[in-house]
């Protein structure tokens, strides 16, 4: 009997010793193939962006047949009835788990992706006689449609992998693996929304009409500038046209607002007021800029149109990387260097006349249009511009069609506030210009943000510190052109600048504060607006004056992601800063 006692047991170790070797030899093989993926995936960022298509094809091969080994090596009866061991079959089971993971992108996303790529040429988006053809955008996003679904079950799979009892090793690979998926999305989600927004917004489907609105950054208005020069187009099938070139100047006055708002927003709002088409810009919220432009272009011309979009001439002095200079019809030169200063302060001292004016703007629209509609463009400079201008707030997309807004909803390109603080706690600052005058191009701005979210997560405070400046000695401002200067505020000639700041969703307003330095400033009043707290702020400003002010918000326990600003984008950007003591994560 002890005979055979001691068989079984040396049978049984013998086995057990056969099947670590088994398994041991397939982690160290399984592990050599995940690495050599992994440095492939980095050569082949590298040889898409020196264009080595070809080079790029024979890589995802490889990563493909590495990965694939990968999940052979991880998945066999041996190796799946060893994730039973206690301890090493947890990490033994999150190893294959990864592998599949691994694999599937390999699969699904990179091989095809790499190979659109390398046919795809940006060349052929160029427009030819005012039509782009949209054939290459509807083939690109078939595939990056896929490509990000697949990279998002992934993410969702590692997420949900259980690692609590693994080694640090394997911990670490599941980290990393979350963090190389969570940038990848960064790529493929935003080139998905883009390729699943243009074609149909470019007329694929059928006729659209947009108003493009050049904002005027002179005389500042939340989303950026009054809405100064409108441009109505018609695109069909990718064929883009220009059908008016409406004035502000040419609505109809004294009318009321030509939609419903809410009694309380047109309350916040009243020192500016929505009853001219020009103020459509003055709430932070690009969706009610485009139901009021699409309204009183509606009530003027007949013509209900599809959507809304948004530049202004520092986003025109990007584009113009792109295009090379413009020549206008006056022999004016338009160049990245000078496009600010003659379209936001040179003119007014060339023209008083407003229909001069108008046919400026008119023209200048027109010969940009002229320029972006033809063959000229750089398309990568293209790209880059359009790019910069969304993340500086400079252009924005409104679409009157459910399924396109619900996408543009969700992206910077929508012009709309965070609803939650669980990616960012966001704090909006924004600046209308209230003086009938140009003068917000000589306005600096700062805004010095300061969350207690870490110190005090039951009751977070938040801090805001701003402050306006006007950077003119009172000599230059003596001698501005008549048109620049105060329409309203003539003895003494002054600027008055409403302010408004948004406190994080759920926070409630608690405090205001002068910091002097003002000709005048008051606390107008706070209110609730876009599931925020607003404290709105008046100032006047004489020349060379610089006022400052403090507001607070109180937040209720929850989580609280890392601090963030929205502010107006401006003719000088504003001077903002982030402080959140103790943080080094979001607070939960």
Same mark, same amino acid.
């Given at each position: 009997?002890?005979?055979?006692?001691?068989?079984?047991?040396? &049978?049984?170790?013998?086995? +057990?010793?056969?099947?670590?070797?088994?398994?041991?030899?397939?982690? /160290? #093989?399984?592990?050599?193939?995940?690495?050599?993926?992994?440095? /492939?995936?980095?050569?082949?960022?590298?040889?898409?962006?020196?264009?080595?298509?070809?080079?790029?094809?024979?890589?995802?091969?490889?990563?493909?047949?590495?990965?694939?080994?990968?999940?052979?090596?991880?998945?066999?009866?041996?190796?799946?009835?060893?994730?039973?061991?206690?301890?090493?079959?947890?990490?033994?089971?999150?190893?294959?788990?990864?592998?599949?993971?691994?694999?599937?992108?390999?699969?699904?996303?990179?091989?095809?992706?790499?190979?659109?790529?390398?046919?795809?040429?940006?060349?052929?988006?160029?427009?030819?006689?005012?039509?782009?053809?949209?054939?290459?955008?509807?083939?690109?996003?078939?595939?990056?449609?896929?490509?990000?679904?697949?990279?998002?079950?992934?993410?969702?799979?590692?997420?949900?992998?259980?690692?609590?009892?693994?080694?640090?090793? &394997?911990?670490?690979?599941?980290?990393?693996?979350?963090?190389?998926?969570?940038?990848?999305?960064?790529?493929?989600?935003?080139?998905?929304?883009?390729?699943?927004?243009?074609?149909?917004? =470019?007329?694929?489907?059928?006729?659209?009409?947009?108003?493009?609105?050049?904002?005027?950054?002179?005389?500042?208005?939340?989303?950026?500038?009054?809405?100064?020069?409108?441009?109505?187009?018609?695109?069909?099938?990718? $064929?883009? *046209?220009?059908?008016?070139?409406?004035?502000?100047?040419?609505?109809?006055?004294?009318?009321? *607002?030509?939609?419903?708002?809410?009694?309380?927003?047109?309350?916040?709002?009243?020192?500016?007021?929505?009853?001219?088409?020009?103020?459509?810009?003055?709430?932070?919220?690009?969706?009610?800029?485009?139901?009021?432009?699409?309204?009183?272009?509606?009530?003027?011309?007949?013509?209900?149109?599809?959507? !809304?979009?948004?530049?202004?001439?520092?986003?025109?002095?990007?584009?113009?990387?792109?295009? +090379?200079?413009?020549?206008?019809?006056?022999?004016?030169?338009?160049?990245?260097?000078?496009?600010?200063?003659?379209?936001?302060?040179?003119?007014?001292?060339?023209?008083?006349?407003?229909?001069?004016?108008?046919?400026?703007?008119?023209?200048?629209?027109?010969? !940009?249009?002229?320029?972006?509609?033809?063959? %000229?463009?750089?398309?990568?400079?293209?790209?880059?511009?359009?790019?910069?201008?969304?993340?500086?707030?400079?252009?924005?997309?409104?679409?009157?069609?459910?399924?396109?807004? @619900?996408?543009?909803?969700?992206?910077?390109?929508?012009?709309?506030?965070?609803?939650?603080?669980?990616?960012?706690?966001?704090?909006?600052?924004?600046?209308?210009?209230?003086? @009938?005058?140009?003068?917000?191009?000589?306005?600096?701005?700062?805004?010095?943000?300061?969350?207690?979210?870490?110190?005090?997560?039951?009751?977070?405070?938040?801090?805001?510190?701003?402050?306006?400046?006007?950077?003119? *000695?009172?000599?230059?401002?003596?001698?501005?052109? $008549?048109?620049?200067?105060?329409?309203?505020?003539?003895?003494?000639?002054?600027?008055?600048?409403?302010?408004?700041?948004?406190?994080?969703?759920?926070?409630?307003?608690?405090?205001?504060?002068?910091?002097?330095? @003002? =000709?005048? =400033?008051?606390?107008?009043? %706070?209110?609730?607006?876009?599931?925020?707290?607003?404290?709105?702020?008046?100032?006047?400003?004489?020349?060379?004056?610089?006022?400052?002010?403090?507001?607070?918000?109180?937040?209720?326990?929850?989580?609280?992601?890392?601090?963030?600003?929205?502010?107006?984008?401006?003719?000088?950007?504003?001077?903002?800063?982030?402080?959140?003591?103790?943080?080094? #994560?979001? &607070?939960?």
């Amino acid at each position: 009997m002890a005979l055979t006692v001691t068989l079984i047991v040396a &049978v049984v170790l013998v086995i +057990g010793v056969g099947v670590g070797a088994w398994v041991g030899f397939r982690a /160290l #093989a399984a592990k050599h193939s995940l690495e050599s993926a992994q440095s /492939l995936i980095s050569d082949l960022q590298k040889k898409v962006t020196a264009r080595d298509f070809a080079g790029a094809e024979r890589d995802a091969q490889k990563i493909k047949e590495n990965t694939s080994n990968a999940v052979s090596l991880t998945s066999d009866p041996i190796w799946r009835t060893t994730e039973y061991v206690p301890v090493l079959g947890q990490n033994l089971s999150v190893v294959r788990q990864l592998a599949v993971v691994v694999n599937d992108v390999a699969d699904g996303a990179i091989d095809p992706s790499v190979k659109f790529a390398s046919t795809f040429n940006l060349d052929s988006l160029k427009p030819v006689d005012s039509h782009i053809n949209l054939a290459p955008l509807k083939s690109a996003g078939a595939i990056i449609t896929k490509a990000d679904k697949v990279i998002k079950t992934a993410s969702t799979t590692v997420r949900s992998i259980d690692d609590r009892a693994s080694v640090s090793a &394997v911990k670490s690979a599941v980290t990393k693996l979350q963090s190389l998926l969570a940038k990848a999305q960064g790529i493929t989600t935003p080139v998905r929304n883009a390729l699943e927004l243009l074609p149909p917004m =470019m007329g694929a489907d059928g006729a659209r009409n947009y108003i493009l609105l050049f904002l005027n950054n002179a005389e500042s208005a939340s989303l950026g500038g009054a809405a100064s020069a409108w441009v109505v187009m018609h695109v069909e099938n990718g $064929a883009i *046209t220009i059908t008016a070139q409406p004035s502000t100047r040419g609505f109809t006055l004294n009318l009321p *607002t030509p939609m419903k708002l809410d009694p309380s927003l047109e309350a916040l709002y009243a020192e500016n007021g929505f009853s001219h088409s020009n103020n459509v810009t003055i709430r932070p919220d690009f969706p009610t800029a485009g139901k009021l432009a699409q309204a009183y272009w509606l009530r003027q011309s007949g013509v209900k149109v599809d959507g !809304v979009l948004s530049f202004d001439p520092i986003a025109l002095a990007h584009l113009l990387n792109a295009t +090379g200079p413009i020549k206008l019809v006056t022999g004016d030169t338009l160049t990245p260097a000078n496009a600010v200063s003659t379209l936001l302060s040179g003119v007014y001292a060339r023209y008083t006349n407003d229909r001069v004016l108008d046919a400026y703007f008119s023209g200048a629209a027109a010969a !940009v249009f002229g320029a972006l509609t033809s063959t %000229s463009p750089d398309t990568n400079k293209l790209i880059a511009a359009l790019t910069r201008s969304v993340s500086e707030n400079r252009m924005m997309v409104w679409s009157d069609h459910p399924a396109e807004q @619900a996408i543009l909803s969700k992206i910077q390109l929508g012009g709309i506030l965070d609803t939650t603080n669980k990616v960012n706690t966001q704090i909006g600052v924004f600046f209308n210009e209230n003086s @009938a005058s140009k003068m917000s191009y000589y306005l600096k701005t700062t805004a010095a943000l300061t969350s207690t979210a870490c110190k005090t997560p039951d009751k977070p405070t938040f801090s805001v510190d701003v402050s306006l400046n006007s950077d003119l *000695t009172a000599a230059q401002a003596k001698v501005l052109p $008549a048109y620049v200067k105060s329409q309203v505020y003539l003895k003494p000639q002054k600027t008055r600048t409403q302010v408004y700041i948004y406190g994080p969703p759920g926070s409630t307003y608690a405090t205001y504060s002068s910091g002097g330095g @003002a =000709m005048a =400033m008051s606390l107008v009043g %706070s209110a609730t607006d876009l599931g925020r707290p607003v404290a709105h702020i008046q100032m006047d400003l004489l020349a060379a004056q610089t006022g400052k002010f403090n507001v607070t918000f109180t937040g209720g326990p929850g989580t609280y992601g890392p601090l963030a600003a929205r502010v107006t984008p401006m003719v000088n950007p504003t001077a903002v800063t982030l402080a959140s003591p103790g943080c080094t #994560a979001p &607070v939960k």
